[in-house]
């Protein structure tokens, strides 16, 4: 191996690392390097990066119908109406 990389690992994930090495019959190093490996030949995106905010909503895009065709242009006159009638 040409390089070494220390980590601090919570105590579960530690343990689980340590069982799997002790049910395949290898190391611990031999367990987590092929998780990593795995993990980047598997991944398509990175799963660690945060979804754009259109990500977190797009799945209500179009679901709500107010029967206001101007809403997105007028929403402000809307809102002041409502909030005189409240």
């Known amino acids: 191996m040409d390089t070494q990389l220390t ?5 579960a ?5 340590s069982q799997k ?6 190391k611990r190093s031999d367990v987590v ?5 795995g993990f980047f030949e598997n991944s398509e995106a990175p799963l660690l990066s945060e979804p754009s905010p259109y990500e977190h ?8 119908h107010t029967g206001i065709s ?3 242009a007028s929403h402000r006159k ?5 909030f005189k009638h409240v």
């Open 7 to 11: 980590i601090r690992l919570p105590v």
């Open 13 to 17: 994930l530690s343990r689980k690392i």
């Open 21 to 26: 090495a002790k049910h395949l019959g290898r």
């Open 33 to 37: 390097r092929l998780a990593l490996m």
């Open 57 to 64: 909503v797009k799945h209500l895009m179009g679901s709500i």
């Open 70 to 72: 101007d809403l997105g």
């Open 78 to 82: 809307y809102l002041i109406r409502k």
